[in-house]
């Protein structure tokens, strides 16, 4: 097994190809290491340079003192990238990230054996080549180098992204920042010269910060040693996976762009399903999943009960969920029903989903939360807020928030809308809430978090 | 048929039930006028006061010297509507919108015949009762009692959106509105005990001012006039439709919410789909729909070509795309091969989808899509920006759009991402540009334009 550790969490970090220019790769991952604040002791290294931003620069890698030194981080051309790696075995660097391009993936499978078997001679764990690397905003690593403007920072939390492609990869931590997703490792590993997928799996596996694996990927290179894996991992965390390829035209694309060998998507399916991933049909069904799973554990059963402010959403909630095999709507018990009663304005009726009305606020919402947790016979509890009506403000977000912390049940919130709900979206997400914006992501989710407890369990 | 023309565009107003107190239902109404820049003239009614907001206040609409106002607003308590609509009969007021409550809903059905039966005997076409009401940014007529400051502003455009519950209608018409969803009418019909589907989107098929009409439905009440109303509509122009009991469990709550004798959902899609109407199964599908029927035209055949600056964006959507019958992954003529070698790096392969590769920006986005945009075999164009990529930004934005201008093919943009793609997305939604966040919401939107411009031709 390859040990991510020093790339993941080093304690000293050397940037090779560090451009005195800003908005070249290695100044962006220079700037991206002081603005993000990382605490271990950086090196530069730029042949030409004495000086960047104020930090002495290194020519060569084997002219710092420091020996060992955890992570490389190499931005220099391809052709040059043999000799820098030559130097951080030298220099017993334990650890590299390859972030130039020029590689395997634009046919030069020569140069990028040469460095494989570099890597392999002095023992580097090495990430790359052709990728933007790791992020972890833990140790606040960061190698991605992308004008910060354009990417939104996540915040700390159990999420682990991997994604074999730069720019997926990205785009859907971005995403995952901007929703305010807790990120734990986000991993980009381009052409897959030495660390790989199964690599990668296997250190978050047991990596303790990781609730969730998400992960995108055009092929999978070993295969026998990634069913291996898949018998352990889902045992552990939930793995939530996006595969390409899954008809024809879009395995022809993947090969273009990866050279994966996609194979057929059925027989990755197969091997996904059986052992308990969680398969994502779509980008936003793997922020739908992500996000279920870091904050929701096992429910103890599928029987789901539903309030809301308004019928009709409670209504096409009902419909999305009941479209489930796997779920059920929940008949609540008649001790909650009586309880209801007295509390509820006489216009409520017991059913579920549990019309609170239009001008329900967070009184009644209150209420209601308790005695659906106090009910044995509910086993999840889905909140519709529609933060249009009257009734709901800031006050309401809170007190459902504060319900979160209370209840052993599997929580999740439906808002619908714009400025005003996303405000209070973000607010109760903020308090662990998993929000979600439609009947169907609800209905999703909390099928996908079910069947992978019900998978678990069955194997325990 | 009825006439909605007097409800949607009133040269004279009159609000019966305008409270002093700031925050209650007529209030708002008038606040709604008042702040939206309605041009015509409005009269207050309230019993119990001479002047609200500076305006003259009569006691009874009958004090009003103007005879045939054309619509009367009412917010009054429901045990005082037939007195008030006797009034407005009297002094020949032409429509009216009865926002009041308790009525069928909570089993008052006696009473709500005879408001129903004071508005036949006079001639008044009445929405309500227990109704939103109805907005028309262009009028600016504005009957929606929710504070203002949780609703988004809807920007003048083209799609109707129809929905018998205030709560759906009022969070769908947020949502578009955030999103940047230009809206003809809205209109939220509540009891339906005078007008009720059939008679709005009768008056909505022949609006000049309607390009799409987006309804959601809990029930139908008069199935044959529905029926000989489907076969003209949507000859006419696209319907998305939203029908909410699909499930067993949803049909009964639809029958507790509206009352809504539901049907069987299947025999109602049968009719919808026989028809052409568009099938949403979502909100978020029915926004999807909405918005690529609102821009886009009929595409000359089912071949789309898909650029990208990101391989696996467009491996995913490829694989959206491709998993769709009707769809194909067009095949680039060679003509549009030849000319593109010329122009593009040599790395970029002439495949589709066309990968641009990260380092794409406005200069080789435009020379792919003026090459795509001749190509005849290429009838759609999908083009993904991910604005993370070093050579996205607003230039590249910017030629999009103004290729959008130039073009008669379908063309729409998948951008996904958080602050800095937002941005971007609303400057090309701006430009008429629909913009996607997901492949599948991509490959669901185009499926639906080909599907009706299908039934639309073979019908014809």
């Given at each position: 097994m390859k040990d991510l550790r020093y790339i993941l969490k080093p304690e000293s970090v050397v940037i090779v190809g560090v451009s005195k220019t800003a908005g070249k790769v290695g100044h962006i991952i220079l700037q991206n290491y002081i603005n993000d604040g990382y605490s271990g002791r950086i090196y530069l290294v730029n042949k030409n340079a004495e000086e960047i931003l104020g930090m002495k620069s290194y020519r060569r890698v084997t002219d710092i003192k420091e020996k060992g030194i955890d992570l490389a981080v190499i931005a220099v051309p391809a052709e040059a990238v043999p000799q820098v790696l030559e130097d951080c075995g030298k220099a017993k660097v334990k650890s590299a990230v390859v972030v130039s391009g020029g590689f395997a993936e634009i046919g030069k499978t020569e140069l990028q054996d040469q460095i494989t078997s570099i890597a392999k001679k002095y023992g580097i764990a090495m990430i790359g080549p052709?990728?933007?690397?790791?992020?972890?905003?833990?140790?606040?690593?960061?190698?991605?180098?992308?004008?910060?403007?354009?990417?939104?920072?996540?915040?700390?939390?159990?999420?682990?992204?991997?994604?074999?492609?730069?720019?997926?990869?990205?785009?859907?931590?971005?995403?995952?920042?901007?929703?305010?997703?807790?990120?734990?490792?986000?991993?980009s590993y381009g052409n897959a010269a030495d660390i790989d997928e199964v690599d990668i799996l296997e250190y978050l596996m047991d990596d303790e910060e990781t609730k969730v694996i998400a992960i995108y990927i055009e092929g999978i290179k070993?295969?026998?040693?990634?069913?291996?894996?898949?018998?352990?991992?889902?045992?552990?965390?939930?793995?939530?996976?996006?595969?390409?390829?899954?008809?024809?035209?879009?395995?022809?694309?993947?090969?273009?762009?990866?050279?994966?060998?996609?194979?057929?998507?059925?027989?990755?399916?197969?091997?996904?399903?059986?052992?308990?991933?969680?398969?994502?049909?779509d980008i936003s069904e793997l922020l739908y999943y992500s996000k279920i799973f870091a904050s929701e554990g096992a429910p103890g059963g599928n029987r789901i009960a539903i309030i809301t402010n308004g019928g009709g959403a409670g209504v096409l909630t009902t419909d999305?969920?009941?479209?489930?095999?796997?779920?059920?709507?929940?008949?609540?018990?008649?001790?909650?029903?009586t309880a209801l009663r007295k509390v509820m304005p006489p216009l409520v009726n017991m059913r579920n989903p549990l019309d609170l009305a239009g001008d329900a606020?967070?009184?009644?919402?209150?209420?209601?939360?308790?005695?659906?947790?106090?009910?044995?016979?509910?086993?999840?509890?889905?909140?519709?807020?529609?933060?249009?009506?009257?009734?709901?403000?800031?006050?309401?977000?809170?007190?459902?928030?504060?319900?979160?912390?209370?209840?052993?049940?599997?929580?999740?919130v439906l808002?619908?809308?714009?400025?005003?709900?996303?405000?209070?979206?973000?607010?109760?997400e903020r308090s662990g809430l998993p929000v979600y914006d439609s009947p169907r992501a609800v209905a999703l989710s909390l099928e996908a978090l079910y069947r992978y407890y019900q998978y678990r369990n069955r194997k325990a």
């Open positions: 052709n990728c933007l690397g790791v992020m972890d905003p833990r140790s606040r690593v960061n190698t991605l180098f992308l004008p910060s403007y354009k990417l939104s920072k996540p915040e700390i939390g159990g999420i682990s992204f991997v994604a074999q492609s730069g720019a997926v990869g990205s785009t859907v931590l971005d995403l995952m920042a901007g929703e305010g997703f807790g990120i734990s490792k986000f991993i070993r295969g026998k040693e990634f069913i291996e894996l898949a018998k352990k991992i889902t045992k552990k965390k939930p793995v939530v996976v996006l595969k390409a390829g899954r008809t024809a035209a879009g395995a022809t694309a993947a090969h273009s762009h990866t050279a994966a060998l996609a194979g057929s998507y059925e027989a990755h399916e197969a091997v996904f399903r059986q052992f308990g991933f969680t398969i994502a049909n999305a969920i009941a479209s489930s095999r796997d779920m059920k709507i929940a008949e609540l018990s008649e001790k909650t029903k606020d967070d009184k009644r919402y209150g209420a209601a939360l308790e005695y659906l947790d106090a009910d044995s016979q509910v086993d999840i509890m889905v909140v519709i807020i529609l933060f249009q009506t009257p009734g709901a403000d800031s006050r309401l977000a809170a007190q459902v928030a504060s319900m979160k912390e209370k209840t052993d049940k599997p929580m999740l808002s619908i809308g714009a400025e005003y709900t996303e405000m209070h979206k973000r607010m109760m």
